[in-house]
């Protein structure tokens, strides 16, 4: 009944539909808009939410607790993280135009100008967080020690407002290693020219996890055993096999020296669970190694989890990086703050003398593991990895095939007739389910066929259609979204289909 | 048992409570924080995101889609919304040690220094908008219209990323009025010199909805009859009773006047509806009309919910504000976009010929109602209002007695002794209680009383003790946190006790 995908032309076509049927909106349209600025539109914040609830859920069963730090931060803080030295891009400028460009492949010194082909020179570093002022602006207020205080950032990652708190988070912790924290949030990038995606954003929303653990504990995972069979799709970067792709175990790859070690490879392995879990295809996944060069500054190891886009080939959608203790030592010492973790007891029965002793050995600063999510690009991967084309019949059919529990609306309700009787039992229908908190739409214009597609379209699993027999017999008819079958269930059990689905 | 509250003292209390036990942190505090800024610490996050959870599921329930726009804009947005010229304070400098004040009650021209007792002189408007720029910064680049692009603001509420989507979300929601669009997000006031608390903050979260109505169906909403018996505490501002506080249905308010029309009316009952639901309590509660010098520059009218507090009096929590076609009609000046609807058809019966006709009149612009909740100052009420010390026997002992449902630790579960196999059980029961996504601490150090008090302080609604019956009859003491009694019940039934209390 089904035929084959109908791939081509799928590229502008997702773009069209997420706009077209509310799911992303170009910011400030009515302005121009403005590069690298994104609204999500109703449904793409509902899929937007899921994602973020499924996430929080995710990390929270591991034991981590949330906080949530600002995204403006004085100067001081990205002097100490590295970030105001070296998140940077390289640019050039043209002699001619005078248009600013990042150097990347197609854009350096000795290339002319993409705009008007002049000559292109170097034009420095230009630091990508967006500057602003806290209070009073500068110039406006005497003392120098006041002007520092009020040079504000906008934060480039969540992970510094983590840090910032470790102290706390440790006493929180009571003391004890290893534990880890989460935020969700936005993040800002002021790029020089970003192309007009989802992928290049100015303000986008990350997830990230901090994870603290002793640098001697990093090769023995409490939990290891759980993921080590965990098959998973390698670009490891360095040594012989370099940009060479492998299949491997978790285990393996541990055991063998591909992944450096124990909590990379556990988080590793979490963050495929997850992306698989909330619907990425497995075979347009696979996790690369940096090169030495690609590494962020904060960066000792890092893996990319990457998906295959038709439109972007492989690109990153998370990132696994081994910051080691990187970040804390940095504050430590800027801040002249107590970043140290006492050693660990090796054993809760030595004695009391001994435990003394071990306390007063040095601290050490804890080394952190951070899978890191880039949740616009995921939500971008969603939407091209569910979109299908499909024929049926005599008709194209566009389809989202988000996972049930992923799609934005759970299902709509259709009269069969635009009657009054039909539309009135119909919206009873719809009224309950969404007392229930379950994310209905009621329609009732156009052709039932169109309104099939209307729904597919959105990814909506379930149609429930209300008819003459539902005023007799009180069953409706529920169509199922990818497979097109319907069934005819009482009013009574509604609910229960549409939340578990049923096997037949 | 439990003695009258004990409220002496609260005040400093509540602060130190929520930073000891992890509510809320100073930002940057190891660099010597900065005002205006504060961290969400675990509990604290927690307790904001029931916060948001209820807020967006209560919404919902209205039928209101959400949305998330950016939260950095271009100049061109601001200029258009009033915000550049309006969004402002007056301040003054002082002469001798040129600090800068924002005017209120105790700082104004006249007065002297509050740092050195200089004479102040006034130092004209300063906008509260935190400035950035987007992309390459001034100067670099050539050519004026690039400049004046490059010109970005932190947005100071979220309201005006929802009325730039105006166009697409009338189409998304079928041409029809009236319809509702939410927003939870950061937005930012850069205050001049705010206290340092939790109250006037530099960065905070707020959650607003939109409502888009007809300007002559402002007086009609759809389900007024569900909230016109509730009653309000009402200080109009307007008026001979200027001030004077009432007590009045929302049906006799708006029925004399008293507030202007039933969509005022209907949201005013919302917001206290949600208030009350997530446990401000009722007689902390009141609704004061704004006067209008008092009004932001885009408000023909507008109502703040307030909460009483110990510490700083009546404050504001929510404002429900009539917008009129202010907005609209600015962006669609200033934008050149037409922010119309066409007139009601009044009838579905009527001839086509006249509906074509009354498409072909004038389009209208919309008013909005908006309610917009400063969620950090909810939180700040509820820690308050929660807040109790007790003399129970001889111990004094603080609680937080959140709604169960708003804790942000459901229930904590205890061995009775550190002894091997109890823990062994605790860690079982903790387990499974985990991995139904309840949210439940483990605590196995100190007496059972102080790991009570530390729960109690952190207003966990249950305490599970697991003893050495368990281990023979798998049943488990709950003690509940306000009444501090204690049942025994199966394990099995553990679950339902903590999510949906019990009747005794």
Do not use: E
């Given at each position: 009944m089904v035929s084959a995908d109908i791939k081509e032309g799928r590229r502008d076509e997702i773009a069209e539909l997420a706009r077209r049927r509310g799911f992303l909106w170009l910011a400030f349209e009515i302005y121009g808009g403005a590069a690298g600025f994104y609204d999500y539109a109703p449904l793409g914040a509902l899929l937007k939410r899921r994602v973020e609830t499924a996430w929080r859920t995710f990390y929270t069963k591991e034991g981590f607790y949330e906080i949530e730090t600002t995204s403006v931060a004085p100067r001081d803080v990205f002097e100490a993280s590295g970030h105001l030295e070296s998140f940077t891009d390289r640019t050039v400028v043209c002699k001619h135009c005078k248009t600013f460009f990042r150097v990347d492949e197609g854009i350096d010194i000795n290339k002319s100008c993409p705009e008007c082909g002049g000559e292109l020179e170097a034009a420095g570093e230009f630091n990508l967080m967006f500057q602003t002022r806290i209070g009073v602006p500068k110039g406006e207020k005497g003392g120098e020690r006041v002007l520092d205080k009020s040079e504000g950032y906008l934060r480039p990652e969540t992970a510094q407002g983590t840090f910032l708190n470790f102290p706390r988070l440790l006493r929180f912790n009571r003391d004890k290693l290893p534990f880890g924290v989460i935020q969700i949030g936005k993040a800002y990038r002021n790029e020089i020219s970003p192309r007009q995606s989802l992928i290049r954003l100015r303000e986008f929303t990350i997830a990230e996890a901090e994870i603290f653990v002793y640098p001697e504990e990093?090769?023995?995972?409490?939990?290891?055993e759980e993921v080590k069979e965990r098959k998973l799709r390698l670009v490891p970067g360095e040594g012989a096999q370099a940009q060479e792709e492998m299949e491997k175990t978790v285990g393996e790859a541990v055991r063998s020296g591909t992944i450096a070690n124990e909590y990379l490879g556990y988080h590793i392995a979490k963050v495929d669970e997850f992306l698989v879990g909330i619907g990425i295809p497995r075979d347009k996944l696979r996790f690369r190694q940096h090169e030495p060069d690609e590494m962020a500054h904060y960066a000792r190891d890092c893996w990319d989890a990457e998906f295959f886009s038709d439109r972007y080939s492989w690109m990153e959608i998370v990132g696994v990086a081994d910051r080691g203790d990187y970040d804390l030592s940095s504050h430590a010492a800027s801040s002249n703050t107590d970043m140290g973790v006492y050693p660990q007891l090796q054993s809760q029965v030595q004695a009391e003398g001994e435990a003394e002793k071990a306390k007063a050995k040095a601290k050490i600063i804890p080394h952190v593991i951070e899978p890191s999510y880039g949740i616009d690009r995921i939500i971008y991967a969603l939407l091209e990895s569910s979109f299908y084309k499909e024929q049926v019949g005599k008709e194209k059919r566009k389809v989202l095939r988000f996972k049930k529990e992923m799609a934005p609306i759970r299902a709509a309700v259709f009269?069969?007739?635009?009657r009054d009787e039909l539309k009135r039992k119909a919206k009873e229908v719809f009224q309950d389910l969404r007392n229930e908190a379950i994310f209905v739409e009621y329609d009732d214009s156009g052709s039932i066929g169109r309104r099939y597609r209307r729904q597919d379209e959105i990814g909506t699993p379930y149609c429930v259609t209300i008819d003459y027999d539902t005023l007799e017999d009180d069953t409706v008819t529920i169509r199922e979204r990818d497979t097109m079958k319907q069934i005819r269930v009482p009013v009574s059990e509604v609910k229960e289909v549409l939340l578990k689905g049923r096997e037949r």
């Open positions: 990093k090769n023995k995972h409490p939990r290891f009269p069969l007739l635009n």
